[in-house]
């Protein structure tokens, strides 16, 4: 878990006050960027649920809760950087430790989409 005061998506608020309050429901997310960075403290927190909800409903049949509740337990995130973000678009790196205990980098480019109000992710593309 975060061993700082600080948010798990490198906010310099507490988790309670950021990520946690999408992650547990109690607010949406009000921009694609605020989504991604609460999915990103969700897979620290290893809250697959939400990480399954927020994804759009056309991409859903290709994830599977258990599998990312396993990939989130096996990986280590250690931060994340915020490349660019526009309206509905994140260019990230999420820098983790793997199950092998070696230093690893994911680099995507994320999009999302705004349905009644809610945000989703829908895909990315990685390097």
């Known amino acids: 878990m975060n061993n700082s005061s600080f948010c798990f998506c490198g906010s310099a608020i507490p988790f309670q006050e950021c990520c946690q309050k999408y992650i547990d429901g109690t607010q949406k997310a009000p921009t694609a960027l ?32 258990a599998d990312i509740l396993k990939w989130a337990t096996a990986n280590e995130l250690q931060k994340l950087e915020i ?23 994911h680099h995507e480019f994320s999009t999302f989409k705004q349905e009644n109000g809610t945000w989703f992710y829908v895909d990315g593309t990685y390097d």
């Open 83 to 105: 490349i660019t973000a526009t309206e509905n678009t994140v260019e990230f790196k999420a820098y983790f430790i793997d199950d092998n205990r070696r230093n690893q980098i």
């Open 34 to 65: 605020a989504l991604m960075k609460s999915r990103y403290a969700s897979y620290c927190t290893h809250q697959a649920n939400y990480l399954f909800n927020t994804t759009h409903i056309s991409q859903r049949k290709y994830y599977a809760k």
